[in-house]
């Protein structure tokens, strides 16, 4: 095996414990504008992947923050604007970290702020976060050190109390070698202690309470395979469910001190026992994890516990058409939203771009008795209710919704754009930087639907991503749901593997709606898992496509518009 190969957790986990000469480490190390994961960015993440004391390889790269450094850091880390200036985005960093630390343990020095940023670069790209076990070299050095040793923990005072081969410098890799090798001399002072094992050592940091330690027995029979896990309370009752590439390995830090969340804790202390579902792959995994959530709804997870119970927007079946917020989508709905807010805005977005009405009355077609209000005064009601317009006049502005929506013109799209562009050129920043928010918000939904719409209409789909193994993981996928999954190991031909799954393949009907009768989560993280990790297409009923006029020829705007940069013209 070359030298720089990562071992699955089927190859270093057969045994209940692991020893710690067979535990892979990556220790990272970032560097951002600031210490605020929700307003800075990172400008340079920096990783060592160990073995036994040996160097597997190394991950660094510089990455453009998408908004400006702060005299301060650079003084502190040497990042100029320059220097980031062309280099990879965060987007497209975080998959590739994630992939290279895929299956390890991830030490860090004050592991919450590299972490945080890494799990919110997670939550802002829609990636699932692995929730790997976690080694803080901070928490482990005060365990460890004495204060006659050290008169602090910070790492540039380790380096060289436990005499490490690199100096800290402020730079990403550079401090990741350094804790590499606190991490390692640390390790060597709880050997003695008898810390052996992997488990060992996550028990050994402190906050494990006593009632984590005495229930550690209860991952004892879980396989080191992927799967869904379904923690049970006194009464039988589902407290949580979660996936993982290797059950026992994951429920195992739900006992030590690598799991610090209060409510979890509070879980682990009510479950009586963990039950589980082997899965083919992980994407099996995810899937099952979102239907038993939905089926479950566990009081201790906190999303996905209503993947139907979403927010859409239509228009009503009216003479004059208007938009409206409802629960059950139908055709020509825009959605699904996570909350009526959203939702709401989506409709000021599209009632800015036409002149569709915001009044809530019915009005006749025949005889309209109202009386017009200040919009038309305004120029952005043609007044209906007032039978200024009739029902021709008014057709081409719910003819335009209808259009955007389905994905066939970004017409109001456009309009707005230049409205933003006006706002600039007058200098109304504040003003234009709504407008803008306003616009990215309402590209971010019609994206979202005209990507899961156009998978979910096809019938069925098989699709092969490589294990890295020399093997496939393979998927059935009909309407939007997975049908059937499995493997085909090394050596084995994958055809006959498809015809079976795709014959035993669990029968689909399309429901109603854009989605046909999917979950949005679902088809979400389907999508995720066919856009992806090289994933191919085997065999497409219908061709896969999305309209001409769909929202992802505005990516690229919204990327910018999400960053804070400038996504329009600047006024001369």
């Known amino acids: 095996m070359p030298a720089h190969a990562q071992l699955s957790f089927d190859e270093i986990a057969t045994e209940v414990e692991t020893p710690l000469h067979q535990v892979t480490f990556v220790v990272v190390d970032l560097e951002t504008t600031g210490a605020d994961r929700a307003q800075d960015a990172v400008t340079e993440i920096g990783a060592v992947k160990v073995r036994g004391g040996a160097v597997l390889g190394e991950f660094a790269t510089l990455v453009d923050p998408e908004r400006g450094i702060p005299p301060a850091v650079v003084s502190i880390t040497g990042i100029t604007e320059a220097m980031v200036r062309g280099a990879p985005r965060f987007d497209t960093v975080l998959p590739a970290f994630l ?23 997670c939550e802002r790209q829609g990636l699932r976060w692995p929730a790997p076990a976690v080694v803080d070299t901070v928490r482990l050095a005060r365990r460890v050190l004495t204060r006659d040793e050290t008169p602090n923990c910070k790492l540039g005072t380790l380096a060289q109390v436990l005499g490490a081969r690199t100096t800290p410098v402020h730079r990403a890799l550079d401090d990741a070698r350094a804790t590499v090798d606190v991490l390692h001399a640390l390790l060597e002072r709880v050997g003695p202690l008898g810390v052996r094992t992997l488990e060992d050592l996550l028990a050994h940091l402190p906050d494990v309470s006593p009632q984590q330690r005495r229930k550690r027995g209860l ?25 993982a590439t290797d059950l026992r390995r994951r429920v195992r830090t739900y006992f030590t001190a690598s799991e610090r969340r209060s409510r979890i804790k509070e879980m682990v202390g009510l479950a009586e026992r963990v039950d589980h579902v082997e899965c083919a792959h992980p994407l099996e995994a995810q899937v099952r994890e979102l239907r038993l959530l939905a089926a479950h709804q566990p009081r201790y997870n906190r999303r996905s516990k209503t993947p139907h119970r979403a927010w859409w927007v239509v228009l009503t079946d009216e003479p004059f058409p208007r938009l409206s917020v409802v629960r059950t989508p139908r055709d020509g709905a825009l959605g699904p939203f996570r909350s009526h807010r959203a939702a709401t805005e989506a409709v000021e977005a599209l009632q800015d771009a036409t002149s569709v009405r915001r009044c809530t009355e019915r009005i006749s ?18 007044a209906p209710c007032a039978g200024l317009v009739g029902a021709a006049e008014y057709e081409p502005e719910v003819i335009a919704v209808r259009d955007v929506v389905r994905g066939r013109d970004d017409g109001p799209l456009e309009k707005l754009r230049s409205e933003l562009d006006r706002l600039s050129a007058a200098h109304r920043f504040e003003d234009a930087a709504a407008r803008r928010d306003q616009l990215a918000a309402l590209v971010r939904a019609l994206d979202r639907g005209h990507r899961l719409s156009s998978l979910t209409r096809i019938p069925e789909l098989v699709a092969a991503r490589p294990d890295g193994a020399r093997g496939w993981h393979l998927a059935v996928i009909r309407h939007g749901r997975l049908a059937a999954a499995g493997t085909a190991r090394r050596g084995v031909p994958p055809m006959p593997v498809v015809d079976l799954l795709t014959a035993s393949a669990e029968t689909v009907l399309p429901g109603a709606g854009p989605l046909h009768g999917a979950s ?11 856009t992806t990790g090289g994933t191919r297409l085997v065999r497409c009923r219908a061709p896969w496509s999305e309209p001409a006029g769909a929202a992802g020829s505005w990516r690229e705007w919204l990327d910018k518009a999400v960053a804070g940069r400038d996504p329009y013209p600047a006024a001369d």
Not at 225 to 230: H, I, T
């Open 99 to 121: 992939e290279f630390c895929q299956g390890a343990v991830l030490v860090a020095h004050n592991a919450p702020f590299d972490l945080g940023f890494l799990r919110a670069g």
């Open 219 to 243: 991952a004892d029979a879980l396989p080191n395979s992927p799967g869904v896990y379904l923690f049970r309370g006194p009464r039988d009752e589902v407290l949580y469910v979660g996936t």
């Open 365 to 382: 077609a025949r005889a309209p008795s109202g009386r017009p209000c200040a919009l038309h005064e305004l120029g952005r009601c043609g």
């Open 520 to 530: 949005a989560d679902e088809a979400a993280v389907l999508h995720r898992w066919l």
